[in-house]
């Protein structure tokens, strides 16, 4: 392997918590029920189809697809607020050691987000010079368990798709990474995934398969 291509959320950084808050308002105001149980199903998943998904609970009339993009553009507005808090004490040492040395080591890393605002949370934390491309929810039209993302992130790298490592905690995203040929570690949730082939308990464990 050549390259290794990041998810962002839950592997890099930890949005998570700020996707919830920003749901939760949404939801509250809408009178739908959304817990922290559901925010978990919305991990890798596109915005529109996270939206879907809370909308399960929902007991009203039938909604637009205009009405359902002013709701996706209300979360992502609230979203962005708590996103201009992050700072880079928001990335812990390790993942930015484990960067610096498998760079150091010649390998070509990108990001592989199904976030629209990957690249505004890379600035925040300051790790935009960190990878060689950055391939995100902007540059897709099929969002994970879609190959997508990532075969856009190894032509970016001019990498071929069985030369790249995903580091994924999402099934959606270990999925994507199987079926466009790459190999597949797996963290947080993806750990005990059955799919994956590195199971890692920490980012620090990268170095371990990357020599
Ligand atoms: P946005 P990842 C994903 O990021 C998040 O895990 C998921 O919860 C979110 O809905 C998705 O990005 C889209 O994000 O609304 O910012 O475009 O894990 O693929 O880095
Ligand atoms: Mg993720």
């Known amino acids: 392997m050549k ?10 950084v930890f949005t998570d918590k700020f996707h919830y808050a920003a749901w939760k308002q949404m939801a509250d105001e809408m009178g739908i029920y959304f817990d922290e149980q559901i925010n978990n199903r919305l991990r890798g998943v596109s915005r529109m189809e996270s939206l879907e998904i809370i909308l399960e609970r929902y007991e009203g009339e039938a909604l637009s697809a205009e009405r359902k993009a002013e709701l996706a553009e209300q979360k992502n507005t609230a979203y962005r607020e708590l996103l201009k808090t992050m700072t880079p004490a928001d990335v812990t040492d390790e993942v930015r050691t484990v960067l610096k040395e498998l760079r150091k080591r010649g390998y070509r890393l ?7 605002n990957a690249k505004f949370i890379l600035e925040k934390v300051e790790l935009t010079d960190y990878f060689d491309a950055v391939s995100d929810g902007t540059n897709i039209t099929n969002s994970k368990p879609d190959p997508e993302v ?4 190894a032509e970016f790298l001019e990498m071929d798709p069985a030369e790249c490592l995903v580091v994924e905690d999402a099934y959606a995203g270990i999925d994507a990474a199987k079926s466009g040929g790459m190999k597949a570690a797996g ?3 993806a750990f005990s995934y059955e799919k994956t082939d590195y199971p890692i ?3 620090a464990d990268l170095l371990e398969i990357m020599r």
């Open 3 to 12: 390259a290794v291509i990041f998810d962002l959320d839950g592997v890099i």
């Open 110 to 116: 990108a990001i592989g987000s199904s976030s629209k």
């Open 150 to 153: 990532f075969l856009k992130a």
């Open 187 to 189: 963290i947080g949730d």
């Open 201 to 203: 308990q920490t980012f």
